[in-house]
DNA sequence: CTGAAAGCGCTTACAG
DNA sequence: CTGAAAGCGCTTACAG
């Protein structure tokens, strides 16, 4: 006789979970027989198939995966680090996760570092400690040396990073192009007319420094070389609005005709404070953002931007980590081609300006 | 001679992970001792300590959480089934979670329902069989019957939705007190001046109805009954979108002066839209929002919106969950406060409306 | 501190 | 199909 609230009794006070010997004892069939069946097995007869499933039900059963994966060595877990659940890009990867993941079979199991190195190396451990088939590193804030160190002792899990590049052989990585992105943002730029075009930089975070170098090469290969300005920014809304600040304070009147941001949510930031500060966009100057997440496809916002396909890089991710568990010995390094998508922050340069642009 | 290439042989091919048994043979001491330094024990020596170690650190030891969970039937691992990881409200709620689950010395292990039933099931059923401390459930998509169904079997484990209040007596819930939401929503649009205030229903979603049915009751309360109405909508932008255009088309240049609108991204939906079609926000229409997710604090939004406490929100739930590990037998039911957030899409209605507003 | 043992809940052969 | 057994990697007493 227990009604359902006596079921929450502490377990000091008895409360058990069901076992496959319970199950195999109420169907009256032996614990192999539970097990074949609890899996799918087809090497089972309907009848006591149906006996035992109705036994799973009737004493509430349910696996231990604890159990399973200690006996068979094999978990069918696939740990997903994720820096910052709120960084809308990490969510559309693990879409594609999820997507990837699905036909393999296995299940995916997350676990946030809160963009703190603390927080994730103990959320890193912990997907480790489940002795996963891989783990799928996105966006670590974790130095190098660190997540290498960390991963590096738990030697047979295949490791693969999204977005950034870890110089060890043990970490696959699936990462986008960043200087074909930043080419597309500029060459839509010039094509537009655009001489003066500045790079709002993601300072330090990951890509941010090939993103930069990657505007250098463009500016350069589109003889805009002597225009090329490199502002610091961030990530951030926060950092994207203080970056315009300061240019609006540094330039005065003479703003640049255009502006590549490092990513959209900092394109955001920018947006909002030159809305603040009555400067037009497109009218008065263009921005281009990078990712393409949700934000920039908002229609309020309607930003211009590059794409990451990031349903694909989370495909990309989960293949390469299945590949290296079914035995692949090299690194593999993937590289996926952004992708423009053009929108409502940009326009040809205004004709009317007091700066006089080229 | 093994190179850091060679630890991903696959496992078929003889690698094996280090296990508790090698690092007792390197340090030379018992597993009784190596399992006592793991975890932190006091009642071990200085000297033998650093033997097990530097021995953990030479063969890459990683205890196995799983052997670990099967010993001990505690896994100190708190579950979180996050219905959708695009949604940023969500992320807040885990970052009080994490924030609550450390001093406890648990885990969080979090898995996403991808706003799919299916989805969701599988996550939840992977979640219960790792025999969680507890389980909290994030803005379920399922079906009530489901969800308990689902829960019922699995006997002790705690769950707690957030958000959403389940009926059963099995589950704890953390939620806002939606009406008391809505009247902050209608009583400062009525402080403004505004009496045509129309809502835009959630449809269905997590809250909506107790929602729909506070602005009805606060309408009431102002003496603004008369004006009261309620119009289908959804808990995303393009939901947002749609109801402001359904708006648009039916009302004309009759537009009511306010609109209340089930959560924040439908309300970046309906700002989009107004601004597409030249509706002024607030000079025409003021708009207020829900949940002060981080789009509404947006500079470039600027919504003004009624806070859901979501960090605390996040606590809540870990307490409630512990103390039902801890032997509670009653569900609990905890509502939270919310608040009013202004900013910058409401004001007073327009003197010089063609509509006329008492 | 050590060492031997039992047990957690499963899977996996293996003989019948 | 059954039944008995071994083993996965730990923890937890328990006698020394």
Redesign the interface.
């Known amino acids: 006789m227990t009604t359902?609230?006596?079921?929450?009794?502490?377990?000091a006070?008895g409360?058990?979970?069901?076992t496959l010997e319970d199950v195999a004892r109420l169907a009256g069939v032996s614990r192999a027989q539970v097990s074949l069946v609890v899996r799918g097995s087809a090497r089972v007869s309907d009848a006591s198939r149906e006996r035992v499933l109705s036994a799973c039900?009737e004493v509430?059963y349910?696996?231990?995966?604890?159990?399973r994966?200690?006996a068979q060595?094999?978990?069918g877990i696939l740990g997903v680090l994720v820096s910052d659940?709120?960084n809308?890009f990490?969510?559309?990867v693990?879409?594609g996760l999820?997507e990837g993941v699905r036909p393999a079979g296995k299940?995916?199991?997350?676990?946030?570092g809160?963009r703190s190195p603390e927080?994730e190396r103990?959320?890193l451990?912990?997907l480790?400690?489940?002795?996963p088939t891989g783990v799928v590193v996105l966006g670590s804030v974790l130095a190098d040396a660190d997540l290498e160190e960390l991963l590096?002792?738990?030697?047979?899990v295949?490791v693969v990073s999204v977005t950034r590049v870890v110089g060890?052989?043990?970490v696959d990585s699936v990462s986008i192009d960043e200087a074909a992105g930043a080419e597309l943002a500029v060459a839509h730029l010039a094509e537009l007319g655009h001489r003066r075009i500045t790079h709002l930089d993601g300072a330090g975070g990951a890509g941010a420094a090939d993103r930069a170098a990657g505007y250098r090469a463009a500016m350069r290969r589109h003889g805009l070389q002597d225009r090329a300005e490199v502002c610091p920014g961030g990530f951030t809304?926060a950092a994207g609005?203080a970056a315009a600040e300061e240019l609006l304070h540094r330039c005065g009147e003479d703003l640049p005709t255009a502006l590549f941001v490092a990513n959209d949510i900092a394109a955001?930031?920018v947006?909002?404070?030159l809305?603040?500060a009555g400067v037009e966009v497109p009218g008065r100057v263009s921005v281009v953002g990078f990712d393409d997440s949700?934000?920039a496809g908002?229609?309020?916002?309607?930003l211009t931007t590059v794409r990451q396909p990031k349903l694909r890089m989370g495909l990309l991710a989960v293949a390469a980590v299945l590949e290296?568990?079914?035995?692949?010995?090299?690194p593999s390094r993937t590289v996926v081609e952004p992708e423009l998508v053009v929108r409502s922050t940009t326009a040809p340069p205004a004709r009317v300006g007091r700066g006089g642009q080229g």
Not at 4 to 11: E, I, K, V
Not at 128 to 131: E, G, I, K
Not at 298 to 302: D, G, L, Y
Not at 324 to 330: K, M, T
């Open positions: 359902p609230q006596d079921a929450f009794t502490p377990r006070a409360a058990r979970r069901p039900r509430g349910r696996p231990n995966l604890h159990a994966t200690l060595t094999e978990s659940l709120h809308p990490f969510a559309e693990v879409d999820q299940q995916l199991v997350m676990a946030s809160g927080v103990e959320a451990e912990m480790l400690s489940l002795h590096g002792r738990g030697l047979p295949p060890s052989a043990l809304e609005a955001v930031g947006l909002s404070r809305a603040e949700w934000v908002s229609r309020f916002t309607a290296r568990a079914a035995g692949r010995r090299e």
